[in-house]
Nanobody, 124 residues
Framework: QVQLVESGGGLVQAGGSLRLSCAASGRAFSSSVMGWFRQAPGKEREFVVGIRWSSHSTYYADSVKGRVTISRDNTKNTIYLQMNSLKPEDTAVYYC?????????????????WGQGTQVTVSS
């Protein structure tokens, strides 16, 4: 069974940084895509960034481009989300997801499995 476990969230001041992790297990991810989404209170879940596991192809939402970086560690089956210059509007629950499409999609329906989420709170 596919499992995704996020960690690394917390409270940080505006301008600070956080690194989120997503440990994946349960299938071979070499042909999968991985994505990070976030959901703020009262808002829909939105795409942040995606990566194809087998390549360096990455796709960033315009709202975070230049401030976040996605990376992966194949040996640990883990992806990371490095977030810098955080803003209060980045406050949300961040979710890791995996899918089998050829490129990382930006819709929640493009992904088959989801983690439980990790809370990121940015204070002003």
């Amino acid at each position: 069974q596919v499992q995704l476990v996020e960690s690394g969230g917390g409270l940080v001041q505006a301008g600070g940084s956080l690194r989120l992790s997503c440990a994946a297990s349960g299938r071979a991810f070499s042909s999968s895509v991985m994505g990070w989404f976030r959901q703020a209170p009262g808002k829909e879940r939105e795409f942040v960034v995606g990566i194809r596991w087998s390549s360096h192809s990455t796709y960033y939402a315009d709202s975070v481009k230049g401030r976040v970086t996605i990376s992966r560690d194949n040996t640990k089956n883990t992806i990371y989300l490095q977030m810098n210059s955080l803003k209060p509007e980045d406050t949300a629950v961040y979710y890791c997801a995996t899918g089998t499409s050829s490129v990382p999609g930006t819709r929640t329906s493009d992904y088959d499995y989801w983690g439980q989420g990790t809370q990121v709170t940015v204070s002003s």
